[in-house]
């Protein structure tokens, strides 16, 4: 079983819709969670993270935890065009904090 | 304050030549990964340092790549006898690594070709 695993995508949305991202992790002991942006070309950036079971929200973004289902997800409300890009769910053994990365799922928006 | 940064940002390398790959990370920060991406794949884990403690060396390909970080800051990837299939973006980050704070920031990355 991977540590960390997404759905695989390419996820095509329109203009103006909700962008719904998911990802799961083995490690019942993780205690932080990190969503990352990486545009074509360019290194991975921080968007998100997450510490508690529930909702954050942060502008157009939500993060979503649910420790007991080991599951993640992000929601980009009323999606851009310059939202296109690939999203990388991040996740910190416990033992030694080591961050592990799912594949990541590439959104385009479509005008 | 300053980011994570690596040089240099592009490399050209004759295939079996050696390669040096440096990274500073962001002040403060104990933990020090580096990773590879070949075009159009996902992250590649490589090495991680953790404060202290005997890095994790588990992610390297071969023999042929070390790594070392002098001081408990500055980082050095090392590929020696380069081949053709080495040829990628290396991307080093760095994180505080505590259980409060673990987020992990990226530098730009150094493009490795190996001609």
């Known amino acids: 079983q991977k540590e960390v695993e997404q759905n695989s995508g390419p996820l095509s949305v329109p203009e103006g819709a909700i962008a719904s991202l998911n990802c799961t992790y083995s490690?019942?002991?993780?205690?932080?969670f990190f969503w990352y942006r990486q545009y074509s070309g360019k290194s991975p950036e921080l968007i998100m993270f997450?510490?508690?079971?529930g909702d954050k929200e942060d502008g157009r973004f939500t993060a979503q935890l649910n420790k007991a289902s080991q599951y993640v997800s992000l929601l980009i409300r009323d999606s851009q065009p310059s939202d296109s890009a690939t999203y990388l769910c991040?996740?910190?053994?416990?033992?030694?904090?080591?961050?592990?990365f799912g594949a990541g799922t590439t959104v385009t928006v479509r005008a | 304050g300053a980011g994570v940064s690596q040089s240099p940002s592009n490399k050209v390398t004759e295939k079996g030549k050696d390669v040096e790959l440096r990274c500073d990370p962001i002040s403060g920060h104990t933990a020090l990964y580096w990773y590879r991406q070949s075009l159009g794949q996902g992250l590649e884990f490589l090495i991680y340092f953790q404060g202290n403690s005997a890095p994790d060396k588990s992610g390297l390909p071969s023999d042929r790549f070390s790594a070392e970080r002098t001081g408990g800051s500055v980082s050095t990837l090392t590929i020696q006898r380069t081949q053709q299939e080495d040829s990628a973006v290396y991307l080093c980050?760095?994180?505080?690594?505590?259980?409060?704070?673990?987020?992990?920031?990226f530098g730009p990355g150094t493009r490795l070709t190996v001609t």
């Open positions: 490690d019942r002991g993780s205690q932080s």
């Open positions: 991040a996740v910190p053994r416990w033992r030694d904090y080591k961050l592990s």
């Open positions: 980050a760095s994180s505080r690594r505590t259980s409060a704070e673990n987020e992990q920031y």
């Open positions: 997450i510490y508690s079971n």
